[in-house]
């Protein structure tokens, strides 16, 4: 509720400070002026609430958590811990310490302030669930019950849920579901908005399961009905390391477990009915260098994550987690050891120590043969490639791994000694198709270099490499006084990756077509920790010259269907399916319903934030609706809006 009264008048007389029995007197005080002030909304009954959450044992908990109270997104968002200073400036003036809170109080005395702090303090909070093991010894048993393995198996077909960041395990964002179609698109219209606090990074790809969309918003994870826009739960995490970055792609799902990475380096799994905590494993520290934005992959009972943190000098890998516990129980290094196969491709072994090797965005997963495909980023430092001779494996390599065990099948590095930060990112979608009359199993490669490539999946044979965007200067070397090239730094395909229709074997991609100035330090660049490892920097062209293109390919020839270009770089994901549409947004704000023939607009509604990550489709009570990502992109990016879901479907 939204309290009138602005400002509390306490009518205590000074205290001073310094002497226990002073706190004492202190808190006596404080009593009769909770009562006086805040008993009108509050009690100090653990688990017994008033218009506001029950303050028993509030000094000392997290801001927002207690149970059983229902508290604004302000602040369950804050990020608050509830110690004496905190507390003595929220009740300074609350709205001040947390915009949009529904308690609007001010107690405008420090003496009153401090006297029921110091009351407050002396109240048992009640008897808390011991905090979920970091390193639990048991697995971990959820309430709820989350898709199962044979649900996952079967995500391509199923057209109900969204159960992987890019749709299912080929990654091919295709839903065989045509409620929404070309010929009605133009009658859709929001029917609900989700919109948090908070103007962070927003690049989540949403998953959907029986009708609940789960999403991440920086550090915080939350679960929303698909058809209301309504929260059911969200759980925020607080860091207990450095965080290098706070942009996060997601999570994923299986047998009433979520899992996602966190920004100082905890991979987590939450209860998908409740959202409480069920184990948490530092696995990567922002002291490298590292963080963890990319959504994890979940099969069987192993979950596979890996850090990004390249431009800060991150030495990465990518490994194998159990589910129910989150031990590792295989790691492979993107950038190997010293006495490791790939590291005689670093001349320097100096070199190796800050590698590079991101991951950032969706692996790719073919079942039947066990076979996981990872995009390994760019290597460090970015531009200075004279500290770091050799072809520098596994940067920009597509790597495919035995998923059971982390053993290397086979690796393809395009751009090795990359000097120009283009970071191979997409592994997929993954294919089969008739390629001259033969059964083909097929892989879709791209990446910042503003390529989309072809290969077959057994043969590692390119059937195409086609340009996606403006290439300029591609074999130059950034130079001290500057070279101009294209693509820029967030130029090329970023971290939504391609499309792929079956029924029509087409390939949809958007890309950024942005150049830039890359230039090269006067001197080799020292690792330093929080701190880009670049060796050079970039000027972008202005945003003005920036391009966001999208093209529909044929996905055995790679002969372009059509080509859309708009005003803005484009990083929103594409979803397609047999209703003949793609659903996308753009920087400028708006949802859009494209027509998959030849990518005229059918649909478009201004969502009121930028639109860079991602877009799904799913239905509830058989109905078909859509769900898009709106709010501020990142601080490289741009763009505007706190972070936000919104919500369509026919009339
Ligand atoms: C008119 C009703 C009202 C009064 C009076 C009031 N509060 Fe609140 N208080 C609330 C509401 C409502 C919330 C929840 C706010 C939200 O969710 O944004 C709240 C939240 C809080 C919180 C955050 C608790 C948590 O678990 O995060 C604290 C601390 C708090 N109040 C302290 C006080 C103190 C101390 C006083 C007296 C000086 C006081 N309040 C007076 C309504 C009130």
């Given at each position: 509720?939204?309290?009138?009264?602005r400002?509390?008048?306490?009518?205590?007389?000074?205290?001073?400070?310094?002497?226990?029995a002073?706190?004492?007197?202190?808190?006596?005080?404080?009593?009769?002026?909770?009562?006086?002030?805040?008993?009108?909304?509050h009690?100090?009954?653990?688990?017994k609430?008033?218009?506001?959450?029950?303050?028993?044992?509030?000094?000392?908990?997290?801001?927002?958590?207690v149970e059983?109270?229902?508290f604004?997104s302000?602040?369950?968002?804050?990020?608050?811990?509830?110690?004496?200073?905190?507390?003595d400036?929220?009740?300074?003036?609350?709205?001040?310490?947390?915009?949009?809170?529904?308690?609007?109080?001010a107690?405008?005395?420090?003496?009153?302030?401090?006297?029921?702090i110091?009351?407050?303090?002396?109240?048992?909070?009640?008897?808390?669930?011991?905090k979920?093991?970091?390193?639990?010894?048991?697995?971990v048993?959820?309430?709820?019950?989350?898709?199962?393995?044979?649900?996952?198996?079967?995500?391509?077909?199923?057209?109900?849920d969204?159960?992987?960041a890019?749709?299912?395990?080929?990654g091919?964002?295709?839903?065989?579901?045509?409620?929404?179609?070309?010929?009605?698109a133009?009658?859709?219209?929001?029917?609900?908005?989700?919109?948090?606090?908070?103007?962070?990074?927003t690049?989540?790809?949403?998953?959907?399961?029986?009708?609940?969309?789960?999403?991440?918003?920086e550090?915080?994870?939350?679960a929303?009905?698909?058809?209301?826009?309504?929260?059911?739960?969200?759980?925020?995490?607080?860091?207990?390391?450095?965080?290098?970055?706070?942009?996060?792609?997601?999570v994923?799902?299986?047998?009433?477990?979520?899992?996602?990475?966190?920004?100082?380096?905890?991979?987590?799994?939450?209860?998908?009915?409740?959202?409480?905590?069920?184990?948490?494993?530092?696995i990567?520290?922002g002291?490298?260098?590292?963080?963890?934005?990319?959504?994890?992959?979940?099969?069987?009972?192993?979950v596979?994550y890996?850090?990004a943190?390249?431009?800060?000098?991150?030495?990465n890998?990518?490994?194998?987690?159990?589910?129910?516990?989150g031990?590792?129980?295989?790691?492979?290094?993107?950038?190997p050891?010293?006495n490791?196969?790939?590291?005689?491709t670093w001349?320097?072994?100096?070199?190796?120590?800050?590698?590079?090797a991101?991951?950032?965005?969706?692996?790719s997963?073919?079942?039947?043969?066990?076979?996981?495909?990872?995009?390994?980023?760019?290597?460090?430092?970015?531009?200075?490639?004279?500290?770091?001779?050799g072809?520098?494996?596994?940067?920009?390599s597509v790597?495919?791994?035995?998923?059971?065990?982390?053993?290397l099948?086979?690796?393809?590095?395009?751009?090795?000694?990359?000097?120009?930060?283009?970071?191979l990112?997409?592994?997929?979608?993954l294919?089969?198709?008739?390629?001259?009359?033969?059964?083909?199993?097929?892989?879709?490669?791209s990446?910042?270099?503003?390529?989309?490539?072809?290969?077959?999946?057994?043969?590692?044979?390119?059937?195409?490499?086609?340009?996606?965007?403006?290439?300029?200067?591609?074999?130059?070397?950034p130079?001290?006084?500057?070279?101009?090239?294209?693509?820029?730094?967030?130029?090329?395909?970023?971290?939504?990756?391609?499309?792929?229709?079956?029924?029509?074997?087409?390939?949809?991609?958007?890309?950024?077509?942005?150049?830039?100035?890359?230039?090269?330090?006067?001197?080799?660049?020292?690792?330093a920790?929080?701190?880009?490892?670049?060796?050079?920097g970039?000027t972008?062209?202005?945003?003005?010259?920036?391009?966001g293109?999208?093209?529909?390919?044929?996905a055995?020839?790679g002969?372009?269907?059509?080509?859309?270009?708009?005003a803005?770089?484009?990083?929103?994901a594409?979803?397609?399916?047999?209703g003949g549409?793609?659903?996308t947004?753009?920087?400028?704000?708006?949802?859009?319903?494209l027509d998959?023939?030849?990518?005229?607009?059918?649909?478009?509604?201004?969502?009121?934030?930028?639109?860079?990550?991602?877009?799904?489709?799913y239905?509830?009570?058989?109905?078909?609706?859509?769900?898009?990502?709106?709010?501020?992109?990142?601080?490289?990016?741009g763009?505007?809006?706190?972070?936000?879901?919104?919500?369509?479907?026919?009339?």
């Open positions: 509720m939204n309290s009138s009264i400002t509390v008048f306490v009518a205590l007389p000074l205290l001073t400070f310094g002497s226990s002073l706190a004492q007197q202190d808190a006596a005080r404080g009593k009769t002026a909770y009562e006086a002030n805040c008993a009108a909304c009690t100090v009954i653990p688990g609430h008033g218009f506001g959450p029950s303050l028993a044992g509030v000094v000392g908990r997290e801001a927002g958590t059983g109270y229902k604004t302000a602040l369950a968002q804050s990020g608050l811990h509830w110690d004496a200073k905190n507390l400036e929220f009740l300074t003036n609350t709205t001040t310490k947390v915009p949009g809170t529904a308690m609007d109080l107690v405008p005395n420090p003496a009153d302030r401090a006297a029921i110091a009351y407050l303090g002396t109240i048992q909070g009640p008897a808390t669930a011991a979920a093991a970091a390193a639990p010894a048991a697995p048993m959820p309430r709820g019950a989350g898709p199962t393995q044979a649900e996952l198996l079967a995500a391509q077909s199923n057209n109900r969204w159960l992987y890019t749709h299912d395990y080929t091919a964002r295709y839903v065989d579901l045509a409620q929404i179609s070309t010929k009605n133009a009658s859709l219209r929001p029917i609900c908005i989700y919109r948090s606090d908070i103007p962070g990074p690049q989540t790809n949403p998953i959907v399961y029986k009708g609940v969309i789960y999403v991440t918003v550090k915080y994870t939350a929303i009905d698909g058809k209301t826009c309504r929260a059911k739960w969200t759980h925020k995490w607080k860091a207990d390391g450095r965080e290098i970055s706070l942009a996060n792609r997601g994923a799902i299986k047998d009433g477990i979520l899992v996602r990475g966190q920004t100082d380096g905890n991979l987590i799994a939450l209860d998908m009915e409740s959202g409480k905590l069920l184990w948490s494993r530092k990567a520290n002291d490298n260098g590292q963080y963890m934005s990319m959504p994890p992959l979940i099969f069987e009972d192993l596979l890996g850090p943190g390249a431009d800060w000098g991150a030495k890998w990518i490994g194998a987690f159990k589910l129910t516990t031990e590792q129980v295989w790691k492979f290094n993107l950038i050891d010293a490791e196969p790939g590291a005689e001349k320097d072994p100096k070199s190796l120590e800050h590698g590079g991101s991951l950032w965005t969706p692996i997963l073919d079942v039947k043969t066990g076979t996981l495909y990872v995009p390994a980023g760019n290597p460090a430092p970015d531009f200075y490639g004279d500290l770091r001779p072809d520098n494996l596994y940067t920009n790597v495919a791994l035995d998923v059971r065990t982390g053993k099948k086979w690796y393809k590095q395009f751009g090795p000694a990359d000097v120009w930060d283009g970071d990112d997409q592994v997929s979608p294919f089969s198709a008739n390629v001259k009359g033969k059964k083909r199993d097929l892989i879709t490669v990446g910042k270099d503003g390529l989309m490539r072809v290969l077959d999946r057994d043969t590692q044979e390119m059937l195409f490499e086609v340009p996606v965007t403006r290439r300029e200067n591609i074999d130059a070397k130079t001290v006084p500057g070279v101009h090239r294209c693509p820029g730094l967030l130029g090329g395909i970023e971290y939504n990756g391609p499309a792929y229709n079956p029924k029509t074997q087409t390939l949809f991609t958007g890309a950024n077509d942005w150049c830039g100035i890359f230039t090269l330090a006067g001197t080799a660049p020292t690792w920790v929080q701190t880009h490892y670049y060796g050079g970039v972008p062209d202005s945003a003005d010259q920036s391009k293109v999208l093209m529909a390919f044929d055995i020839s002969k372009v269907k059509w080509k859309k270009e708009w803005h770089s484009w990083s929103s594409l979803t397609t399916t047999s549409v793609i659903f947004g753009a920087y400028d704000n708006d949802f859009l319903v998959q023939a030849n990518g005229e607009v059918l649909y478009r509604f201004n969502t009121g934030g930028s639109m860079g990550g991602g877009v799904v489709t239905q509830v009570d058989g109905k078909q609706y859509v769900a898009a990502v709106s709010g501020v992109i990142s601080g490289f990016h763009g505007s809006g706190t972070s936000a879901i919104v919500v369509f479907a026919l009339r």
